[in-house]
């Protein structure tokens, strides 16, 4: 195929309608027939990215492995498409700023005035078109962050006005997704606000080539008729997308709509083969069918907004399906854990995960649940902070080492057997800072890290500044804890063990990143199937 065809999804009526499972489902479909796509976020919001964004904002700070701090979005791309994003997949209002106003100290616009139109819509229709002039994609999605009518959307928009009139009909089309919200007091859909929606895009000059539905009630003939009449589109361009029971539904529910049918019409493109899915089914089936059921405890700080823990929820819907089970998750608060307490809220699970995290706040919680974990004998995943957390209680509790911390938590313990690199002690900025990206790491014969991965040297995606002190790591293996996973280039700790334990991994990295439909996390699908063998043996 020789030129690269352009898809943009923009969002209309309200947020969260699922913009992101809406260009991940489609693009799905096209690479199930053959075709080469990527997909990419772009957020209006004026932080650079969101490494420094609390998750009660904005939800998980998803990392590729070329260590960019992305919108949790690239989570879900990756999980459908089973290929990794990178930096050019995600661009913030604040990096297309950054990069115009550097080349204007730089003297690069020759004296002119710099102004929004052309030089900002310019910057974003050339980060737009990056993933599309490498050649490696037959077509890109774009999805614009926001809602059709915010101001800080506008410069995106007139971007995509001015591209879609550069590339051509056949080249690009936009997909506008919508609300259609029924009032039960009228006992109707209502479609109204989708036609105020779609004014509102062509007030800017784009008109909508698909209309893509959020919907709680099915779409009925004459509905459907009316809003492509009041919408200036075609009626097999009205897509319905009805609430579903999984994300994992949507693939073959726009399939079974035909909007992979009307995008490639509209793109001129050949529409022979049909979406190969069998993987796909055969992932639902199990995900949707479990032989079994496990309760694992998710250890937090940030549990009240599921999306701040986004992909190791997903990760264990992949490692269920896969170990034909159902994961339950008991999302459980650090800060409510204590001496009185802990008996009560772990003492019913399978399984305990201590999740990542920043800060003070909660840590001495998660500590508790690492030695109820470790005492009790139940299977134990730690996560980055998690993994912290438990070299932490184990110095406490098997070395005697009463004030063990870390240096994020206490900057004057005397064993700081977590500690920040020497190369980030002179950092002053918090954006961008940390180890990030991937990173290899050699795994110790015989581990349990080695059994899992059955590899001698994995790569692992990591974000976290602090990390194990190589001081207090022969007392630590004396004493049972033993680091079997290590970064060749920097000796740095990358996982830790208890031989001793039925199942005790911590692991520095984020393993969450990694797992998709097409290929579950071995970590993940470890853990579940030794936590369902603790509760068949328990029962």
Not at 104 to 114: C, N, Q
Request: aromatic content about 6%; charged content about 25%; hydrophobic content about 35%.
């Amino acid at each position: 195929m020789g030129t690269t065809k352009y898809i943009f999804v923009t969002g209309g009526v309200s947020s969260s309608l699922g913009k992101g499972i809406i260009a991940a489902s489609l693009a799905k479909l096209l690479q199930a027939r053959g075709y080469r796509v990527t997909i990419q976020k772009l957020d209006p919001y004026i932080n650079v990215d969101p490494g420094t964004l609390n998750p009660y904002e904005h939800g998980e700070c998803y990392v590729t492995d070329d260590g960019a701090e992305t919108d949790l979005d690239l989570g879900h791309y990756e999980r459908f498409l089973n290929t990794p994003t990178s930096q050019a997949n995600n661009v913030t209002t604040g990096r297309i700023y950054q990069s115009v106003i550097e080349k204007e100290r730089r003297g690069e616009f020759l004296g002119k005035t710099v102004q929004v139109i052309p030089h900002i819509t310019n910057e974003i229709k050339e980060r737009i078109q990056i993933l599309g002039n490498n050649g490696d994609y037959d077509i890109v999605i774009t999805e614009i962050g926001g809602t059709v009518g915010d101001i800080e959307s506008l410069p995106y928009i007139e971007a995509v006005r001015q591209l879609k009139w550069e590339l051509g009909d056949d080249n690009a089309l936009v997909i506008h997704l919508t609300l259609v919200p029924y009032l039960s007091a009228a006992g109707e859909l209502k479609t109204k606000p989708t036609q105020h929606s779609v004014k509102t895009l062509m007030e800017s000059g784009i008109r909508a080539d698909i209309l893509v539905c959020r919907t709680e009630h099915e779409l009925s003939e004459d509905l459907r008729r009316k809003l492509a009449l009041f919408c200036n589109v075609k009626e097999d361009a009205v897509i319905q997308s009805i609430d579903a029971s999984t994300i994992y539904d949507v693939p073959n529910m726009m399939l079974e709509e035909g909007l992979d049918t009307v995008t490639l019409q509209k793109l001129n493109l050949k529409n022979s083969k049909k979406p190969d899915l069998k993987q796909w089914n055969k992932f639902l089936d199990r995900h949707k069918n479990p032989k079994g059921e496990v309760h694992i405890g998710l250890i937090g700080k940030y549990v009240e907004l599921q999306d701040s823990y986004k992909s190791i929820l997903e990760a264990f819907i992949h490692a269920g399906a896969e170990n034909e089970v159902k994961v339950k998750l008991e999302y459980i608060h650090s800060e409510h854990i204590n001496a009185k307490t802990i008996g009560k809220k772990l003492s019913k699970l399978d399984g305990i995960l201590v999740a990542p995290g920043f800060g003070e706040r909660g840590v001495e919680g998660k500590v508790a649940a690492v030695k109820y974990a470790r005492e009790n004998n139940l299977p134990f995943l730690g996560i980055c902070l998690g993994m912290q957390m438990a070299v932490i209680e184990f110095s406490r509790d098997m070395l005697n080492l009463k004030d063990a911390n870390s240096t994020e938590m206490d900057s004057q313990t005397k064993n700081p057997v977590i500690s920040i690199m020497e190369d980030q002690k002179n950092i002053t900025n918090m954006g961008g800072t940390m180890r990030l990206g991937s990173w290899k790491c050699d795994l110790k014969k015989g581990s349990i890290a080695s059994k899992v991965y059955k590899s001698k040297t994995i790569e692992e995606r990591h974000r976290h500044r602090y990390e194990f002190n190589n001081k207090y790591r022969e007392q630590l293996e004396n004493a049972g804890l033993v680091a079997t996973g290590i970064n060749p280039d920097t000796g740095l700790v990358e996982i830790v063990e208890i031989p001793s334990h039925p199942w005790f991994v911590g692991v520095q990295y984020h393993p969450e990143y990694k797992s998709t439909v097409a290929n579950p996390h071995p970590l993940f699908v470890a853990f579940v199937k030794a936590v369902h063998k603790h509760a068949k043996n328990s029962n």
